[in-house]
């Protein structure tokens, strides 16, 4: 009986907040015209976003599939290992998980991570804190040249220092929570050596010519790109949708006319209310841009959606794309996909402090990025 009445009470609220949302918008822009906005910001979306990020997710997962192939990633990784133990307290090894993640995205330091060898370099609290670690550099390589696209060349990569910037913070804090609430943690081993032993010793791979090892690794790249593509749909339709009408307004004329991107501005009134704190922090100059980072907290993809309206509104700069690339990169979408990783990794119960320690990790890398651009122009 007490589960029947809870389930009730949760529907109820649900509707409520539901019916609550529509009926504000619906009450400003009319009915009929909120939802034809809906449908026509989802499907241009669909055909003028959504396709040409997955056609950047193609080219970059292929690319990143063949550096995998040919050791580049095993160079970078070697190269990155010095800089492991003194910035981010993480074995050498953890270079690995960055390098890939930046190829790719967040749950590829999971993929990692569940490999036996590898988990085997770790204590356990470094072994949780890969999940804000990876997450930093998520869709690293698609955002960055998503912004180059745009017409921006030196802000992303002021970004990217941005981003790593806020992953120090954000592996840091969440091993600091770690250790404060299991302190035994920083003595246990994740993974027990024999078992690492076992999973390594694997038969030999068979040799193949270098044109079909470069064939294979761009098509299962190109291939991984498009399933990367694919995922990425509902978090542009459904999450850029929601925040596009809360950030636009009516058109030229002050009309609501059912079109694509249309509004009622909320977000930018909202943001206009604590605007010297956003100022001084970011150094956003529009307060439509706020639209980026909360948005990137839920989905990186449907973030960047944002930008080509951004740009053809005037509402952008060089400095908004530097704290952009930073932010973008640092949360990329961690909201929607934390949980899941941590519970895969068997440390649910942690989820939480991992949250607390990425949001604050992303807040850093945009105030860094800012700080960078000031600094240089």
Avoid at 15 to 39: D, K, P, Q, W
Wanted: glycine share 10%; net charge neutral.
């Amino acid at each position: 009986m007490k589960h029947i009445h809870s389930k009730t009470i949760s529907a109820l609220t649900c509707l409520g907040v539901v019916l609550f949302i529509f009926f504000s918008i619906g009450a400003r822009m009319g009915a009929a015209n909120m939802l034809n906005t809906i449908m026509h910001t989802a499907h241009d979306l669909l055909l003028n976003t959504v396709f040409y990020l997955m056609g950047i997710c193609v080219i970059t997962g292929a690319l990143g599939k063949l550096f995998v192939e040919f050791g580049v990633v095993d160079l970078l990784e070697r190269v990155l290992r010095p800089l492991m133990k003194p910035l981010f307290h993480l074995p050498g090894v953890a270079a690995l998980g960055a390098v890939m993640t930046f190829l790719s995205d967040n749950p590829a330091i999971i993929s990692l991570a569940h490999d036996k060898h590898f988990g085997s370099f770790f204590k356990k609290y470094q072994y949780i804190s890969l999940t804000n670690f990876g997450t930093a550099f998520g869709m690293g390589l698609i955002v960055i040249i998503f912004m180059i696209s745009q017409g921006f060349g030196a802000e992303p990569l002021i970004g990217l220092v941005g981003a790593f910037c806020g992953c120090i913070v954000s592996t840091r804090l969440m091993q600091h929570f770690v250790l404060k609430a299991y302190p035994n943690y920083a003595e246990e081993v994740a993974v027990a050596p024999d078992a690492a032993t076992q999973q390594q010793e694997k038969a030999p791979r068979e040799r193949k010519s270098v044109f079909l090892r470069t064939l294979d690794a761009l098509l299962d790249g190109g291939k991984g790109g498009v399933e990367i593509g694919v995922a990425i749909i509902p978090g542009v339709l459904i999450i850029s949708t929601l925040v596009m009408i809360l950030t636009f307004g009516p058109d030229a004329n002050g009309q609501f006319t059912g079109a694509a991107y249309q509004g009622v501005e909320f977000l930018p009134w909202l943001a206009n209310k604590a605007d010297w704190l956003i100022d001084w922090l970011f150094g956003f100059t529009d307060p439509h841009q706020i639209a980026f980072p909360i948005t990137a907290l839920g989905a990186v993809g449907a973030a960047l959606s944002l930008v080509p309206n951004f740009i053809r509104q005037g509402w952008i700069d060089g400095n908004a794309v530097a704290v952009f690339t930073a932010i973008g990169m640092c949360w990329s979408g961690f909201l929607s996909t934390h949980t899941a990783m941590l519970d895969s990794l068997g440390y649910r119960e942690l989820t939480s402090k991992a949250i607390i320690s990425h949001t604050l990790g992303g807040l850093v890398a945009a105030i860094m990025a800012h700080l960078l651009y000031l600094l240089l122009f």
